[in-house]
């Protein structure tokens, strides 16, 4: 190789041209695997979001399921029937809060204008709320037909010191109709028909068998789909031909192993909540496959 002045080799410019080409493409490579590590740092930290959204939900389905279970027991009690149909302007108003909290004041004031407040998802005139959740509560409340309402419909009821129109405080949130895609408005209304007309319910005619680890909890299934219109029976369908639809996860894949042998289709328990949002049951989208 040649040498110059300082005695040092003269490159070549093949050479120097290939030692730039391999200087380019290591730092390509570099900026590449920056770029899929931000990318999937990005896509951790959105799964991390969503699995702890699904956790606040779970724990609020839970609450609310409880609080659910001991309202309709002093219900039974006391000898009081369960109301299904949807408020008129003759009903009492029974007021439900779900993803925001009622003081001892407001409740208070509730019970001043002859309404009162209770957490029984059977009962409610009216929901409470400030932006749709995928609660027990609102589920149940979106199937009965119920008015979905902010807490401002509450604090001009007790200015004027009765009970007004829902119509200008009805829950508005493109935000939520976006992301679960459906509109909360034609969902009531859909519900609200059905229930006037009390036929063609979301799950009319179906019998579901709940397997015990699905999330939520079989309970809380079992609440949604009643406001439904369906039914659930505790034990597991032993012959073929049942008219029973199975909502089960994977985790009690040992359970349903056995029902698919028998020719039961699976469902995810997305079947019961998305169908109760949006009031349209996607069978194919929420099927699990076969073990």
Known sequence: RRKGKSGKPIKDKDTSREEKKSKSTAKSKRASTNKKTSK??????????????????????KEEEKSSQTNTKKRRRSGETTNTTSTTNSTPVKIMITGITLNKKLAGQVKALGGTVTDDVMQPTHLITDHIHRTLKFLCSVSRGIPIVTMNWLQKSIKQSAFI???????????????????????????????????????????????????????????IIECGGGECVKTAPRKKGENITVVSCKEDVKVYKGLVELGYEVYAAELVIMGSLQQYVNWENNKIDGP
């Open 40 to 61: 999937s740092k990005k896509q951790e930290k959105e799964e991390e979001e969503e699995e702890e959204e699904t956790k606040e939900e779970e724990e609020e389905i």
């Open 165 to 223: 129109p829902t119509d200008p405080f009805i829950l508005k949130d493109p935000a939520g109709e976006s992301k679960w895609n459906f509109k909360l408005s034609e969902s009531i209304e859909k519900a609200r028909i059905s229930v006037e007309k009390k036929n063609d319910y979301l799950f009319e005619g179906r019998v579901f068998y709940v397997t015990k680890s699905v999330v939520p909890d079989p309970g809380s299934l079992k609440t």
